[in-house]
T-cell receptor, first 113, second 116 residues
Framework: EAGVAQSPRYKIIEKRQSVAFWCNPISGHATLYWYQQILGQGPKLLIQFQNNGVVDDSQLPKDRFSAERLKGVDSTLKIQPAKLEDSAVYLC???????????FGPGTRLTVT | AQTVTQSQPEMSVQEAETVTLSCTYDTSENNYYLFWYKQPPSRQMILVIRQEAYKQQNATENRFSVNFQKAAKSFSLKISDSQLGDTAMYFCAFMKGGDAGNMLTFGGGTRLMVKP
């Protein structure tokens, strides 16, 4: 079974530029999560989708971050404009309704200069 | 809101020995799940072991086992026969029960170094 796929693996941008990350969950996983992991800390949830609907986006900085999951499969997370404090690893995870475990992708390391 | 605390920022252990990583949590929920995740330098977060709060029996996965003390809100991870490949960051995580699609709340992590 293929795992959660993410791209790109690394991205370096200047502040005020925009960036987009892509995630493809494990086949059949209805729930998809985006987490932000700042260096030296545990991941923090940004947004959670159930199929193509948003379940929780209370921690998403909506003035600059947006996310979508069209057709309930792939998802894209966008930052526009980026700030220095957005430098972090962005992790995508997915879960199946019958399984309480979340399975993570390799993450995208974003550096904002 | 739930909080998860890992009081050991770093630990080291000799290869083949046993090490225990600590985790405490705070919640008013009665139905929940606890997890340990491993994050090697490659940063892929890997699910190591999980525990349902309603189960009294401690979970075991090969060399990994937990000591779940519900009343004390403690959830420690024991790694037996440590291997060099166990070197990684370890995160304890909490999830409310009732819905398989709930978010994870992570602790700050413990960096484990296994020495040859």
């Amino acid at each position: 079974e293929a795992g959660v796929a993410q791209s790109p693996r690394y991205k370096i941008i200047e502040k005020r530029q925009s960036v987009a990350f892509w995630c493809n969950p494990i086949s059949g996983h209805a729930t998809l999560y985006w987490y932000q992991q700042i260096l030296g800390q545990g991941p923090k949830l940004l947004i959670q989708f159930q199929n193509n609907g948003v379940v929780d986006d209370s921690q998403l900085p909506k003035d600059r971050f947006s996310a979508e999951r069209l057709k309930g499969v792939d998802s894209t997370l966008k930052i526009q404009p980026a700030k220095l404090e957005d430098s972090a690893v962005y992790l995508c995870a997915s879960s199946h309704p019958s399984d309480f475990g979340q399975y993570f992708g390799p993450g995208t390391r974003l550096t904002v200069t | 809101a739930q909080t998860v605390t890992q009081s050991q920022p770093e630990m080291s252990v000799q290869e083949a020995e046993t090490v225990t990583l600590s985790c405490t949590y705070d919640t008013s929920e009665n139905n929940y799940y606890l997890f340990w995740y491993k994050q090697p330098p490659s940063r892929q977060m890997i699910l190591v072991i999980r525990q349902e709060a309603y189960k009294q029996q401690n979970a075991t996965e090969n060399r990994f086992s937990v000591n779940f003390q519900k009343a004390a809100k403690s959830f420690s991870l024991k790694i037996s026969d440590s291997q060099l490949g166990d070197t990684a960051m370890y995160f304890c995580a909490f999830m409310k029960g009732g819905d398989a699609g709930n978010m994870l709340t992570f602790g700050g992590g413990t960096r484990l170094m296994v020495k040859p």
